[in-house]
């Protein structure tokens, strides 16, 4: 973090002084911004790149870094006012539009302004992430033979074989494909499995992202209601009776946003309903590597007890690692997996295999092991912390759910009832102005919520001391909407 701070300090400098230079004129050697900033040679060299990357330098080999001639004008905007009748225009009044909509996505994806509280994040913190492991695993991937060579479509085989051991035994490298992370698995199962214009059912509440790529391909998400215990049965055959569709997207283990676990009846009653129904599960099985260590022992994926190909599994390295580490898998049996294979090669070919190479490093080294047990620990910790925090200091929000895996806490707020969620604008621009940023409730639903929510992570954030503060300002914030 201190360098990047240092590289980010170097680059406000030397942008608010390229204005002493004519087009053309020469910087300052790199050995003299080492001695006048007293920074590392290294920091110097990123500062320079990222100058150039922005356009207001250029750099010769051997003769340093000079300031950019002045970009042309931009031309004139056009009239694009043409494309809002275009992409309205899918096809007739039966088919169902699609509505590509990322905001929910990018409320945990975007940065927080400087100085505010991320209890919105969806990622580890850069402290719980294996930062060095990765470097090392990437640097010995570069190393290995043929490392920048075409890959397999579906992947290295050894990492295929690596994916279907973590699943199960039933499960076989043939059964594997690799993806770009979780969410290009997801898009590429749902698009796979339902024609536009289709229903989809979904977890009620559930994620956001997987929502908003239903949306845009088209599909019709239908929510079933869930309680403690995962999604309700009798109403899962319910929704599939009345709507006729053929997928069900579930997270059984640690679901985001409620944190709850399917329960051990329910799981081959879920399959079973499904069956009946012609229909397939969609297993996104994101927060296994999350697990805290207190949970215990861990039911194993839907797909690891499923011989007639009901389960599409899609799981990932990335919520475990780091956000740029977008490696995952999609796991399938009979036709449908010929059907994921081409829509997958059609949209990207394949994953770069740098980055296979490396995930096969990191999961393969010593340290893998090691960083898994530290997460699981450290992110019971902070779940233990921050549910006393907010019991402490916010006892109107409702907590159903102390979950055992994951990185978030799913509030209820006060109030409750039908349109309560009308508060959680109020709540989320409170917070912000206390600087704390939430993610709201709303997102995860596909139909009008039962009530208002907030999800509040506490595995982005730096530790015990910012999540004791974090909450403090929420308390703030609570105050000021009583207050107004």
């Known amino acids: 973090m201190q360098e990047r701070s240092s590289v980010a300090e170097l680059v406000t400098s030397l942008r608010a002084e390229l204005n002493r230079y004519s087009p053309g004129g020469k910087l300052p050697s790199s050995r003299v911004l080492v001695e006048r900033f007293r920074v590392s040679p290294v920091t110097v060299s990123r500062a320079?790149?990222?100058?150039a990357a922005e356009g207001l330098v250029t750099t010769r080999p051997g003769s340093g870094a000079f300031r950019a001639e002045p970009r042309a004008a931009l031309p004139a905007p056009g009239d694009t006012s043409w494309q809002e009748v275009s992409l309205s225009g899918d096809g007739g009044p039966e088919v169902v539009p699609r509505t590509v909509d990322a905001s929910g996505v990018l409320v945990t994806l975007a940065a927080p302004?400087?100085?505010?509280?991320?209890?919105?994040?969806?990622?580890?913190?850069?402290?719980?992430?294996?930062?060095?492991?990765?470097?090392?695993?990437?640097?010995?991937?570069?190393?290995?033979?043929?490392a920048w060579s075409r890959p397999p479509t579906d992947g290295l085989p050894e990492l295929r074989s690596w994916f279907a051991r973590e699943i199960g035994p039933a499960v076989s490298a043939a059964?594997?494909?690799?993806?770009?992370?979780?969410?290009?698995?997801?898009?590429?199962?749902?698009?796979?499995?339902?024609?536009?214009?289709?229903?989809?059912?979904v977890e009620s509440p559930t994620y956001p992202g997987m929502l908003a790529a239903a949306r845009a391909t088209g599909l019709r998400p239908v929510p079933v209601p869930m309680d403690a215990d995962g999604v309700r049965p009798e109403l899962l055959a319910d929704a599939f009776r009345a709507t006729g569709?053929?997928?069900?997207?579930?997270?059984?283990?640690?679901?985001?946003?409620?944190?709850?676990?399917?329960?051990p009846a329910r799981r081959p009653e879920v399959?079973?309903?499904?069956?009946?129904?012609?229909?397939?599960?969609v297993e996104d099985d994101f927060a296994r590597r999350l697990v805290h260590d207190d949970s215990g022992p861990l039911p194993a994926p839907l797909a690891a007890d499923d011989p007639d190909g009901t389960v599409v599994h899609v799981c990932s390295l990335t919520k475990v690692t780091s956000p740029s580490l977008r490696v995952g898998a999609l796991a399938a049996r009979g036709p449908v997996l010929e059907r994921l294979r081409a829509i997958q090669v059609v949209d990207s070919f394949f994953v770069p295999r740098p980055l296979q190479e490396a995930a096969l490093?990191?999961?393969?080294?010593?340290?893998?092991?090691?960083h898994l047990a530290a997460v699981s620990a450290e992110l019971g910790r902070r779940r233990t912390t921050m549910a006393a925090a907010l019991g402490s200091e916010l006892p109107e929000l409702t907590l159903p759910h102390l979950p055992a895996g994951g990185g978030s806490l799913w509030l209820r707020l006060p109030g409750g009832g039908a349109g309560a969620g009308a508060d959680e604008p109020a709540v989320v621009s409170a917070a912000l102005r206390a600087s704390v940023a939430v993610a709201p409730g709303r997102p995860y639903f596909c139909a009008e919520p039962p009530a208002g929510h907030v999800r509040l992570s506490f595995a982005g954030v730096s530790g015990?001391?910012?999540?004791?503060?974090?909450?403090?300002?929420?308390?703030?914030a609570f105050d000021s909407l009583l207050e107004s």
């Not at 494909?177 to 997801?186: D, E, F, H, S, V």
């Not at 015990?464 to 703030?476: D, K, P, Q």
Request: charged share 15%.
């Open 271 to 281: 399959l079973a309903i499904a069956r009946a129904a012609g229909a397939f599960v």
């Open 48 to 51: 320079i790149a990222q100058l």
């Open 175 to 201: 059964d594997v494909l690799i993806t770009a992370g979780g969410q290009g698995a997801l898009a590429t199962a749902l698009r796979a499995l339902a024609p536009p214009g289709a229903p989809v059912l």
């Open 361 to 370: 490093e990191l999961v393969g080294s010593p340290s893998w092991g090691r």
């Open 464 to 476: 015990a001391a910012e999540i004791a503060e974090g909450v403090r300002r929420l308390r703030t």
């Open 113 to 146: 302004p400087p100085g505010v509280i991320e209890f919105n994040g969806g990622y580890l913190h850069a402290s719980l992430q294996p930062e060095r492991a990765l470097s090392a695993a990437l640097a010995r991937a570069g190393r290995r033979p043929g």
């Open 245 to 263: 569709a053929r997928v069900f997207v579930s997270q059984p283990l640690f679901q985001n946003p409620t944190g709850a676990t399917l329960a």
